[in-house]
Each structure stands twice: as C-alpha cells, then as structure tokens.
C-alpha cells in the first residue's frame, strides 16, 4: 500500500521526463507536494525554473511553490542534455508564460527548512543532477536523519551507462554532488537512500498507443486538449530520435518511474548495496559502482532498484493523465 499522503520534495532539472513526473505527482491523490526545487541539468536553470512553473500551471497547480537551486555542477563545466530534450528542455510543446513568484526561496534555504520543520515526514525526490541535494548536505549534515527517504532518479548499477558507456547522464553531470550524496547515507538513523536507476527505467517505457488510449479515455474532458497536446508535442521529439535509432517509438520513463515509486514503493523491488560514485576517472567519470559481491566490506548505503512493476506503473500514470484531464 502506498504511504498515505506522502510529503514530497521534488527535486528537477526540467526536461521532457522530469515534466511527465510533475504532472504525475500532482495528480497524485496520495502525495503532498511542498514544493518543487531545480537544478541546472537538462537544460539550464532558467530553463529548467521557467519550465517547472509552466508544467506546475498546465497541471492547474500553479501555487505549489518552485525554488531555483544551482545554476552548475559543484565542480565540472555544466554540459546539457538538449539534444535529447530539445533547447526548450521540453522537447516540441510550447507552454505559456508561467507567473513568476515575486519571493521564490532558494532551494538549498527551503530543503533544509522544510526537512527540520517536517522532521522524519518528507520523500525527497530527486530527478536531477545531485548538485541541490549535495549543497544541502553540505548546509546541513543531519538531512539525512531529517528525512523519511530519499529517491533519486540516477545510476546504472548492473548495466551500462546511456551518456557515456559506464555513466548516466544525472550522475556524469556533477558526479561530484552524486558522490557526496551517496557518502553521506547509510549511517546510523539515515533514512534510507533509493536509487532508481536505468536497470528498472529502461524497462518502463511509454508507448505511442498509450497516448492513443489515454486520449480516448478522455474525450470531452474540461483540460484533455492542452494536456495531451503537451504529452504529443514533448514526446514526439524523443519518439522521433528513437525511431531513427531504432525503426520504433518508446519514451523511457526515468523521472516518472523515480517519483511514482517514491509514492508507491511497491511498484520497485530494491536490494541493500554500498554504493560510491566514480570521479577522478576518464574513461569512466560518473560511474555508480555497486558492491555486490561484498569487496569493499562497507555497510550498505543505498537500496537499489533491480526490480520493476513496469507495466503498472504505465497504467498509474495513464490513469493519473486522465484524472488531471477531467479535473
Ligand atoms: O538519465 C536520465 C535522466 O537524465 C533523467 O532524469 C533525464 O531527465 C535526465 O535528467
Ligand atoms: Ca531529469
């Protein structure tokens, strides 16, 4: 059973997958969402605010507060994912202006405040680079007894890596940030660190007849229009690069998946693994390196996603479509 209203934090880089994610937690029934902090990532954070507040708007949620975070990786150059998300960062959807919140807060200030205000309550999702989550810690070593759990969208832990062979893409951008944030879990009283990574995304894929269905199931509804011209307009440009890759059209759902399971954990199975994060390599910079033979003779620090219940959870989200469409 999923926790009942969950208290959330979502921590984003707003690209197209990051956007499908929001839309998903608003129309959670069970989730609370505090606010939503960005991060430089996808696109720049900017970009990723601006689209934030849009995707907030479109999901009729516009007061759910968004707090800018860092503009770069602790460390490297930032280097963006536009190519696969387009320049907007949402692919080929065009939104209107979001307002702007006159007092937006810094994400590092509202994270740490919300977690002590909150104490032992709040799911922090991240769907990002770590770089938010690392300066927090930082500001704050005791976050992570503060927390109820962390969810990250990143890592390949058992296969290879989609921005370079070993790494994926959340953890190359400030592998940095992500070695912080998996060094500082798995200590006495954390809350527990889970890792969502391309094993069980990879296998979560979005399907063009999907999008058929959901526009069927609803027809007539008050916001179906603007929110399934959204869902075309940002997939389409993903579907085509992957059609052209590979002769057919699926959408990953790497932030969906992350923040679904941050809601329902039921729809992951997770293993007990020490986890550290490659920085000082070449060919291999960013790479999540799981322990699972025991080597290292470290305590673990992270449950890894290794199983998925893909298939239901692309039913939550068409369902969760469909609700927002007949608010
Ligand atoms: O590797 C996938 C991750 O990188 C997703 O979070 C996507 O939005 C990009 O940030
Ligand atoms: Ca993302």
């Known amino acids: ?48 605010t601006r689209n934030t507040r849009a995707v907030l708007a479109l999901a009729g949620r516009p007061e759910i507060p968004v707090w800018p975070g860092c503009a770069r990786p602790i460390m490297r150059e930032p280097e963006d994912a536009s190519e696969i998300h387009g320049g907007s960062g949402l ?6 202006e979001p307002a702007v919140a006159a007092n937006a807060g810094n994400a590092i200030d509202e994270i740490v405040a ?9 799911v922090l999702i991240a769907t990002g680079p770590l770089t938010n989550v690392a300066v927090a810690l930082m500001r704050e070593p005791e976050l992570p007894k ?4 962390l969810v990250l969208m990143g890592g390949a832990f058992k296969e290879g890596g989609n921005t370079t062979p070993a790494a994926e893409f959340n953890i190359w951008h400030d592998p940095e940030a992500a070695r912080i944030v998996f060094q500082s ?20 894929l979005l399907l063009p007849e999907h999008l058929r269905d959901l526009a069927r199931r609803c027809e ?14 940002s997939t389409r440009h ?14 990953v759902m790497h932030d969906p998946l992350a923040i679904a399971a941050a809601i329902d954990p039921t729809l992951i199975d997770t293993a007990a693994v020490a986890v550290d994060v490659e920085t000082t ?13 025991g080597v290292w003779r470290r305590k673990p620090n992270a449950q890894v996603a290794v199983g998925v219940r893909a298939e239901r959870m692309i039913e939550d989200f068409i369902a969760a479509m469909e609700r927002l469409a007949r608010r």
């Not at 692919?91 to 209107?96: H, K, S, T």
Request: hydrophobic letters at 45%.
């Open 281 to 293: 390599g070449t060919l291999a910079n960013g790479m999540t390196l799981a322990d699972w033979r």
């Open 146 to 149: 503060l927390l109820k759990r």
């Open 114 to 122: 919300a977690a002590k205000a909150h104490a032992g309550e709040i």
């Open 91 to 96: 692919g080929n959807a065009i939104l209107p």
């Open 1 to 48: 059973m999923p926790d009942a209203k969950t208290l959330l934090i979502l921590d984003v880089d707003t690209g197209i997958d990051d956007a499908l994610g929001l839309l998903y937690a608003c129309a959670a029934p069970q989730a609370t969402i505090l606010g939503v902090s960005t991060v430089a990532g996808n696109v720049d954070l900017t970009r990723a």
């Open 220 to 233: 007539g509804a008050a916001h179906a229009p603007a929110l399934l011209q959204f869902l075309q307009d």
């Open 238 to 251: 993903y579907f085509e690069r992957v059609e052209k890759r590979e002769g057919r059209r699926y959408f």
């Open 185 to 204: 879990f798995g200590g006495e009283g954390s809350a527990p660190l889970v890792a969502v990574g391309l094993d069980v995304t990879r296998q979560t």
